[in-house]
């Protein structure tokens, strides 16, 4: 049995996906330019993949996972794994070269829509039965899947990506759970550069946690 505070990892996925598409669903509408719009392509390529792995992991081990331990709660969750296949044309759909800026952005603002209501139906679903069956250690190895599926190369742009979708409590829960270096990287290095790459992306406009522009020493103490 876990507390509900650690499920923040799982709530911090969801919030980066419940964000990004919706942003860039706006971007795909109006592209500045060929080096905005391959700036774009290649930032819809990264968050469909870590969708995907994050669906996939879902399908594989946690749904079977919970059905083993509450074999009633089957019907439900079978409903999340059909919501997958439900997302799986707006992703390919959102994906395609092939169609227009514009198409693409219709498909990507229907996927940021379906992504959240399927969202609020998972945490009202899984979340419970989460609390119920999950140990640390196993919350601990889903941590450990989900940031090899990141790989080292990527991982200053999920966390900078990620960190831009969070609130200020959930952002402050999400760092404190990283070891002392990786808090220093990304608020010396990472963040900084992400902060570049998200004006590249949308604009000035993206409201970003206040807690990520503190000062390093504030948050790199022992832990």
């Known amino acids: 049995m876990i507390t509900d505070a650690q499920l923040n990892g799982f709530r911090t996925m969801h919030a980066a996906f419940r964000t990004e598409f919706g942003r860039l669903a706006t971007a795909y509408r109006a592209p500045r330019d ?128 990620i960190a831009s979708c969070l609130d200020d409590d959930l952002f402050a829960a999400a760092l404190a759970e990283n070891p002392r270096v990786v808090r220093l990287l990304f608020r010396k290095f990472w963040w900084p550069k992400y902060q570049r790459r998200l004006s590249a992306l949308y604009g000035s406009d993206v409201v970003v946690p206040a807690k990520a522009l503190a000062p390093a020493r504030s948050v790199v103490g022992a832990r």
């Open 34 to 161: 060929a080096a905005h719009v391959q700036l774009l392509e290649e930032h819809l390529a990264l968050a469909l993949d870590i969708l995907h792995a994050h669906h996939t992991h879902e399908d594989d081990n946690l749904w079977p996972f919970l059905i083993s331990c509450s074999p009633a709660s089957k019907p439900e969750l079978d409903e999340l794994e059909a919501e997958h296949e439900h997302l799986d044309p707006l992703i390919t759909g959102s994906a395609d070269r092939s169609r227009s800026m514009s198409a693409r952005a219709d498909s990507l603002q229907e996927l940021h829509d379906f992504l959240n209501q399927h969202i609020d139906h998972e945490e009202a679903v899984a979340f419970p039965l989460m609390r119920r069956f999950f140990t640390p250690q196993d919350v601990e190895n889903d941590r450990r899947k989900a940031m090899s599926e990141i790989s080292r190369q990527r991982m200053p742009v999920v966390f900078g990506w």
